[in-house]
């Protein structure tokens, strides 16, 4: 009896079950009630209970064995598509996947970060919901300031707020780490203004902060000159106009000569030659010290610009909401850049 057990396995392995009528056969041949198991098993009945132990072992083997090709050739059938059934030529070419792109303000983030990065400088990041004291407070923002009103800033309760600008973002920063400190924070921001060609109600800025020993107004501008001609090219110049802004004392606004008309004037620049893309200054001694920063021992700069502006700039695009509207006309024309 061993022997045949041993030859029926060989012949089960070498069973092909390819279609539902083949496997059918072959759970008929050894699995049904009349197939060639159940026999063996009548038989296992008659034979010697010395050898009961040994044959009844192989027994088992052959049974589970049978069982399994069954099992396993049934699950494959089942999940196996007959491409002739759904009359699909395998061999044709795949549809080709449409590629997307980066949205222009992830792009032109990217390249900010990029340009900052290679002297130094590291990403922080900050809420996007603010309390007062991040966002107005501790960057010396007087309680009557009209940025504070209801109509400049969204209040989710009182004292906390959608951030307005990521100068929030440089007090987290300094709340957290020691000098010396140089942070670059891009986020989104929020302000109650109403949707046109050229303000939104929520928009992309990124923050600059350099706090040590001996910052220099001539080291910001330094930074901000290599910033301006790598982003719009080596014939760029700057200049700094003189500004407010209650975190930097003094504070100022700067200007590049305009991209496209090489400071000629054109109807970028309004005929001016000049184009403004961000405020800056030195970081108040108010602000550091809200910080727990020495401010007879540590100076810093900052500055702040949106990356809709410099996007604008950059692909002459004239229309604030184009950003946000998801129009693919509009994002296709970005597919090329990386
Ligand atoms: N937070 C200012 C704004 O939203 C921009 C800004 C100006 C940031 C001067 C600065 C700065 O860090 O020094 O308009």
Not at 63 to 85: G, H, I, R, Y
Not at 159 to 178: D, G, P, Y
Request: glycine letters at 6%; charged letters at 30%.
């Amino acid at each position: 009896m061993l022997e045949k057990i041993s030859h029926l396995i060989q012949e089960i392995e070498a069973e092909l079950i390819d279609s539902a009528e083949k496997a059918e056969q072959f759970r008929l041949k050894y699995l049904s009630k009349k197939g060639i198991l159940n026999d063996l098993f009548e038989e296992f009945k008659t034979i010697a209970n010395e050898q009961k132990k040994e044959v009844g072992k192989h027994l088992n083997i052959l049974k589970q064995k049978a069982q399994e090709k069954f099992d396993l050739a049934k699950e494959n059938l089942e999940n196996s598509v007959n491409t002739e059934e759904l009359n699909i030529d395998v061999t044709l070419p795949g549809e080709p996947f449409s590629i997307g792109s980066h949205h222009p303000i992830s792009i032109v983030r990217r390249e900010i970060i990029d340009v900052f990065s290679r002297i130094g400088f590291t990403v922080a990041e900050g809420p996007e919901i603010e309390d007062d004291w991040h966002n107005f407070t501790s960057l010396n923002f007087p309680p009557d300031h009209p940025a504070r009103d209801m109509q400049d800033t969204f209040f989710i309760e009182d004292e906390i707020a959608l951030r307005t600008h990521t100068s929030s973002i440089q007090i987290r920063v300094m709340e957290n780490q020691k000098p010396p400190i140089r942070i670059l924070a891009p986020g989104r921001v929020y302000r109650n203004e109403a949707i046109s060609a050229r303000a939104h109600c929520f928009f992309h800025q990124i923050e600059g902060l350099y706090i040590d020993e001996n910052v220099s107004f001539a080291d910001l501008k330094q930074t901000l000159l290599y910033f301006a001609k790598e982003m719009f090219g080596e014939e760029t110049n700057i200049r700094l106009r003189p500004s407010y802004f209650p975190f930097t004392e003094p504070s100022a606004e700067m200007d590049v000569s305009c991209p496209f008309c090489k400071g000629k004037g054109c109807n970028i620049c309004k005929g001016s030659g000049w184009v403004e893309i961000l405020g800056c200054g030195m970081v108040d001694p108010n602000v550091l010290e809200n910080c727990s920063i020495d401010s007879k021992k540590y100076t810093g700069y900052a500055f702040g610009m949106g990356i809709e502006r410099i996007s604008m700039l950059k692909y002459q695009v004239k229309d604030l909401r184009l950003f946000s509207e998801n129009d693919l006309r509009f994002l296709n024309q970005f597919k090329s850049v990386l």
